[in-house]
């Protein structure tokens, strides 16, 4: 199957309801930066891609920082004075903080209280709190149970383990034509939430799968990744390997039903940043463009100055612009089918325009070539987008100057990509354009 | 006289009756692309101007287009099953579909149908249609005409003839200082319409009239010619001379009374492209500035990557936007005189820009000069314009440092091109300006 | 005290109520572009700043002018036939057009309307008038005054001098770590009005007061000088001084309620133009940026071609834009103590940014540092301004490739520049960044 296939037979309903089935399967597994809670999370994506799952010891040096110790947890309870469960891990994984150290200890509400976290403006949603890199514990909590808990003695039972181990994340590589490559990067080291991190990993291991299933010119990398200290570790024993990219992308939060926002990579007029903005505009839905800025997810890594690569962030909802970020609110229903597929369809467009951009150069460039005479006039009679492929082939000619790329034209012509690629096609087949030498 | 002249003694009420008077003297005669209608129009234009009219016979190759066959048509009727006119040539040129082949025929309704247009949205309107490089013939009626037709034998009757012949323009060159070029170029095969095709004739017609009056710095050209074919024909036996074009335009579609409308030349930002900006911006009326698209009139070929020509197109509606195109309501009615002036005055406006802008060079530019001294703050006294002189002269004087042209400053100035030559003639007088040298 | 506190400890009440009795003081006085009002001006300056006060003898040539002869003016009354006192310069000095002549002697009101002056819109209003370089004289009246004299003898009595003497102007060097300048220039010239001179008067001279008070890098030269031929004179006399200024702003009309008005140097986008604009796009309240125009006051003369420095014009309403322009309107109730004190704390504001800009290079580029290990998290905690911090440490760290200048990043973050340049401090002091050494 032809890439552009991928395109023609998209099923909309059909992607959706798989994404969304495919985040619900992961949705109960409690994970974190490290743990296994990420390592039974990657072997189901395993299932489905060519993934290998790679293990980076505690105390590794990775540029300033250090691969911290492992993290898991058994179980933990939080009981009242009458010995009734007010916080119970096995109920809702949010309900211990992330990273607390064991505990086995009674105190009274007092002692207590700066150990509790609770949103006093959602009052029936549980937080979600982490403590990775400072030894703390905490129990988060519905803020209309905390208000209502009784003075007297409470029982915090906590059976975690802080170990030295490893920390955990999967790498998927598809090779191309060429070794200059694609990043699509998702983090997977949130509990049970789906729009901040299912959402990404669902779009992402799909990606992977199709892209298996097609020809391609660029190399793909697929990384599955704990925030922050998972692409700075990843970075910082890939140095060669992030020389190679050429267009990367990370994809989170794709989930709910906002329309996409995107944020550019540093340098800001990237292909990437160009492709995305491009097949956002010819949608005529709304969508945001918004300037690199060094906070939000792991593009704040890859797009440090000493990298600087050509990263972006797809997006509905924004990092922390929507009430149920970190939140149980964040919960299997935030998340839709149709945004989940609209999410991988776009970034499948966008792939349409890295895989296949170029420029061409006009062989009859004196004077229009009489299109009639070969038949180019009439050939996609029956179709609707008649109109759209008969105005392409006349802007493929005019501007295959080689100094304009078929994006460039499409983004002159107001014209979808597609048609702009499909004249191409029929041109150079005609014998009226060819492709322009790389320099 | 000298050109500034023509911009003082311009009078818009006579220009327009003159403008609207020449364009129904032409409309009656059955132009195409060839033919005997061309040859007519051009001798009627060839009274007033110095008009070079040529013949390119059948047959020559013209870059990837060929030269056609003559078309020229006696007569044409149609008539229903008992003998009466359903449609007739010699009452309206429209009738016939331009470059039907000759038939003389009986066939029913059925038969007949695939070769009759009309319009249903304007059922009393008379549709233009031709078939230039297919043979084929046809009839075009008002479409109430068209859905009344009883069934019954049809008789198709048209005397016309596709033979080896020529293709005919007109060429009008004035000679000016310099052997660089301005390039006008309006179409002269379009049948009885008006503001599609006519109106660029007169006014083309009347600006080489004007011209030919006054000194000129450049050499001016004027081309009458039938759309695409024309201009393929002239720029494929033309090609040293396209290379002397350093401004141009291409005029149609000016007499209707819709506002100016700017078509951009291929690059963008040429000095014509900037001129005309300029001078429509002045007027304090709406107007539309377009980027270059490769469809519309005859600048498709002059913009072709491989001449890439400093040409723009100006229309008052433009190609294809307004409903009476390309049918029997593109009347002498919908042609407007003071639009038709309107249309003249700005471009010669534009032609004032062209021939006098200029780069300078203030010779005392430390601090201003003492204007009171030299009796320029008191000029102007008696005119009411003498705000926009006083000011005009601090602007000249302060970015006339040869890095700024004197479009340039009327632009940052806002203020009328004319002020700022008049402030520039000014001060080179009063020995403080002179023109900066070439490089 | 650093430089810094003066932000910190401003005190818009108390800066704004003397700032505005400063301009009391100096308002009585009868200033001309020559005489003794200047020279008493500038003594009450001198005695808060260390001012040099410069004499140029009449006749001296300064570029295309000479400096005229000295005006002063003891007395000058206008008498009604019935010897009433029609206009007394010992009532209000605008009653005498500046530069008038001597002049004893009786004449009919049909003589002695052309030398009355008066607004008819505003009929209580005394108007402003000079003749500097054509001998004149003339008196300025209420239009209701004048509209209601009789008939009969009147006697005009002006017992003024024009002689040869000298043009005075003051001029306030505080030498900083380098000789590069900082110039800020106000004109002395125009006798009782508040708005246009003394509120520049009074913000300059308290700058000077400030700037003596702290350290500084650039040297910093302050200009009380005479419209136009002050600064031509200045500049005439002082070429390789100007070769030295970096910055500059011409300051005047910073004392009325309305919101501030920047116009650009000519050259449009020096760090002047961009730290003023900065400045004042942070605060979220009105304000109105112009491009260069070779009107309005001394920068006329800075940006004339043959120096063409970076200097701005600050002003609130600007030149000629408000109806008591020119008049007795604009007198000590027109400008207001917090606009005085608000245009005070702007040009310190831009200060901060010419003293403090610089380039940084992040010593760790390689990913982000990990600010929690060296408290660089919680360094503001008690804070209200923490989250500006925070963004601004990150903001920093990112942009510091020696490309950007902390005011390119303060511009990008949309942070406030005090929180930049505090963040910069605290990672130059973390071992994080170094200055970019210049090039």
Same mark, same amino acid.
């Given at each position: 199957m032809r890439f552009e296939h991928l395109l023609d037979r998209f099923d909309t309903d059909a992607e959706g309801n798989a994404l969304h089935q495919f985040a619900s399967d992961l949705f109960p597994i409690c994970r974190s930066i490290t743990g296994n809670g990420v390592r039974q999370t990657l072997k189901i994506i395993a299932k489905r891609i060519p993934l290998e799952i790679r293990e980076v010891p505690t105390g590794t040096e990775v540029f300033d920082w250090t691969v911290p110790r492992e993290w898991n947890c058994e179980a933990a309870t939080l009981r009242g004075p $009458? &010995? =009734?469960?007010? !916080? $119970?891990f096995a109920d809702h994984n949010l309900q211990l903080m992330s990273y607390s150290v064991p505990v086995h200890q009674k105190m009274s509400l007092d002692e207590l209280k700066p150990h509790l976290h609770s949103l006093p403006d959602h009052p029936d949603w549980i937080p979600y709190r982490t403590s990775y890199y400072r030894d703390d514990w905490g129990f988060c909590l519905p803020h209309s149970v905390l208000e209502s808990l009784p003075d007297g003695e409470y029982d915090v039972q906590i059976d975690s383990a802080l170990q030295v181990g490893s920390l955990t994340y999967g790498e998927c590589v598809l090779a191309g034509d060429t070794s200059r490559e694609i990043l699509i990067s998702c983090h997977v080291c949130h509990p049970s939430m789906a729009n901040d991190n299912l959402s990404g990993v669902a779009v992402t291991t799909r990606l992977a799968e199709l892209m298996e299933s097609v020809p391609r010119h660029y190399t793909y990398r697929f990384l599955f990744i704990p925030g922050t200290i998972g692409s700075i570790t990843w970075l910082a024993q890939n140095e060669d390997c992030a020389k190679r990219i050429d267009h990367g992308l990370v994809v989170t939060c794709v989930g709910d039903d906002d329309h996409p926002t995107y944020k550019r990579s540093r340098q800001g007029t990237t292909m990437i940043d160009r492709a995305v903005e491009f097949v956002l505009s010819q949608r005529n839905l709304p969508f945001v463009m918004e300037n690199f800025s060094p906070y939000g997810y792991d593009e704040r890594q890859y797009c440090s100055p000493g990298f600087d690569l050509p990263v972006g962030l797809l997006t509905? %909802? /924004?990092? &922390?612009? +929507? /009430? =149920?970020?970190? %939140?149980? !609110? $964040? $919960?299997?229903? +935030?998340?839709?089918p149709f945004a989940l597929a609209d999410s991988l369809r776009l970034i499948l467009d966008v792939f349409d325009i890295l895989e296949n951009d170029g420029s061409y150069v006009n062989l009859n460039p004196m004077c229009e070539p009489q299109l009639g005479k070969r038949g180019l006039y009439d050939m996609m009679g029956g179709k609707q987008n008649i109109k759209d492929l008969r105005m392409a082939l006349l802007w493929v000619l005019n501007y295959s100057d080689g100094g304009h790329s078929l994006l460039e034209i499409a983004h002159r012509a107001r014209l979808p990509f597609p048609a702009i690629r499909a004249a191409c096609d029929k041109l150079v087949e005609a014998g009226l354009l060819k492709a322009q030498p790389p320099e």
């Open positions: $009458d &010995g =009734e469960i007010v !916080a $119970d509905r %909802s /924004p990092w &922390g612009r +929507f /009430p =149920e970020y970190h %939140s149980s !609110a $964040d $919960d299997l229903t +935030f998340i839709k």
